[in-house]
């Protein structure tokens, strides 16, 4: 036992979840999302069941807003019923739009009534969507789990009277044969979150892209892609990869968390009542 090492990693506990980094060191600092360091509200932390699927496949979905009109058409959300299955809600959205921030791509969805919603993707693996963020954590290439952090502003702006650890509650299975890989799985699709986990899960473990064909609506994808695959490229070279922060004390990042906060579309127009990924 004298002769028995094993590695050991920086740990630090932060928003109610221990954080390791895996890397070469020195270790770089959790980014200072607006979502995650606010302190004029609470947290709240949601844990989904490990998914059977690649890390990317659920990451591309950050960069797929084209698919809410279609997926999430469930008219309970909505004022009317969509033409068909097919185009679902498509023809409400004038304008998709994608840009390169700071710390990631932000994606936005310009509706024909003028209503648009933003949200970002921290590179690689966190999506901010509404007041929360989903976090994509690989247990290996053919396996996901996702921690999502929720930030509840104080209805009078002002600090909480006490701080502590995030609440943390476990989220629904999405799989509801359990312990079976896709096609012999069954899924819910009760909600939305579960609706876009069967969709990265019946694709596969890991999605064979070599038959894929992206198109006009896809450019975030391939966007996304071009990125990933700039910083492999740096990283083997060994440079730093991008959004990587080392300033401990550097200034919040603003991924426009309060226009989501405060973002309501009119009522009586067929566009969600709040933004979904």
Not at 224 to 239: D, Q
Request: net charge neutral.
């Amino acid at each position: 036992m004298k002769n028995v090492k094993t590695a050991a990693y920086p740990v630090q506990l932060f928003m109610g979840m221990y954080w390791a980094y895996l890397g070469p060191l020195p270790a770089p600092v959790i980014p200072h999302l607006d979502v995650w360091v606010r302190r004029d509200g609470t947290r709240s932390i949601a844990v989904y069941p490990p998914m059977d699927c690649n890390l990317l496949q659920a990451q591309e979905n950050s960069v797929d807003p084209a698919h809410l009109q279609v997926l999430h058409r469930d008219p309970s959300f909505r004022k009317t019923r969509p033409v068909n299955t097919t185009r679902g809600f498509t023809d409400d959205v004038s304008q998709l739009e994608f840009y390169m921030i700071e710390y990631g791509i932000m994606k936005k969805r310009t509706y024909v009534n003028g209503f648009f919603d933003e949200h970002p993707i921290l590179f690689p693996n966190v999506l901010r969507v509404q007041a929360g963020t989903e976090i994509r954590v690989p247990i290996d290439d053919k396996r996901t789990v996702i921690f999502e952090a929720f930030f509840h502003q104080s209805a009078d702006g002002s600090l909480p009277r006490r701080s502590g650890r995030a609440a943390r509650g476990e989220s629904g299975a999405v799989q509801a044969t359990q312990n079976a890989l896709h096609p012999y799985a069954r899924m819910n699709l009760d909600t939305i979150p579960a609706q876009d986990q069967a969709m990265w899960a019946t694709q596969g473990q890991i999605v064979d892209r070599t038959i894929e064909h992206l198109s006009f609506s896809d450019r975030g994808i391939a966007l996304f892609l071009k990125l990933v695959f700039e910083n492999i490229a740096k990283v083997e070279r060994g440079e730093e990869p991008f959004a990587v922060y080392r300033d401990p004390h550097h200034a919040m990042l603003d991924t426009k968390l309060q226009e989501a906060i405060d973002h309501r579309a009119p009522t009586g127009i067929n566009t969600p009542t709040y933004t979904l990924g």
